[in-house]
């Protein structure tokens, strides 16, 4: 992937890696390479990165979600996001309300992104060949951002929802003023809100915990 990134014109392509002989196979094929020896749930991106900020990875399946959660704390400078993922994350992150794997990455991601399935890759396109199916998906950011200056709030209040998805909002969300959250939500589970339902929340919820 770096070598066909690094035939684009006018990029400046920074690379972001932790394994020193990873570093070492990188330095011996690209010379010039610029390589930020470090772990990318750790970077600060402010420091390393400018606006507009495409980010493009085949990231490592066990800190998905982490390396998600770093893209939408640094959303205000990345444009653009392709990843190859899990297949099965890929589909939660896809999905919509009333799916069973709607959840907190669903409503998250797709508040701020418009995503786009890219393409399906099997098992036996990998060498060795790993035991799960994987995906690509790419992150378009949405011209028309959410009036979310919380974004920590709005996160804790669809985590909150989402962890105790079999409970109805009124129960999930008990350490928030239930009296602020709208009447026809209080009967409703977490899977049971459209990503507009869950920014209304948070808009009425905003400076309101008890």
């Known amino acids: 992937m770096t070598k066909y990134l690094l035939q684009k014109q006018n990029i400046n392509l920074k ?4 394994d020193n002989e990873a570093i070492d196979v990188l330095k011996s094929k690209f010379q010039n390479i610029n390589i930020i020896n470090a772990d990318i749930l750790k970077v600060d991106f ?3 990165f400018s606006k507009p900020l495409i980010v493009i990875g085949n990231i490592p399946y066990n800190i998905t979600g982490p390396i998600f959660f770093k893209i939408l704390e640094n959303k205000e400078i990345i444009e653009q996001v392709v990843f190859m993922i899990q297949k099965e994350v890929a589909q ?3 999905s919509k309300e009333g799916s069973k794997v709607y959840g ?3 409503v998250l991601v797709q508040i701020f992104f418009e995503i786009e399935h890219i393409i399906d890759v099997r098992p036996q396109d990998f060498e060795p060949v790993p035991k ?5 998906i790419r992150l378009n ?3 028309q951002q959410p009036d979310i200056d919380n974004f920590n709030l709005f996160k804790n209040i669809v985590k909150a929802a989402f962890n105790q998805r079999r409970k109805t909002l009124k129960n999930a969300l008990s350490l928030y003023d239930i009296n602020k959250i709208p009447q026809q939500y209080l009967s409703k589970r977490a899977e ?3 990503i507009e339902d869950f920014f209304n929340l948070y808009k009425n919820l905003q400076n309101k915990l008890k």
């Open 141 to 143: 950011k949405k011209a």
């Open 46 to 48: 402010n420091q390393h």
């Open 192 to 194: 049971q809100l459209s």
């Open 92 to 94: 939660r992150i896809l």
């Open 104 to 106: 907190i990455l669903s």
């Open 132 to 136: 799960v199916e994987s995906t690509v």
């Open 15 to 18: 690379v972001v890696e932790l």
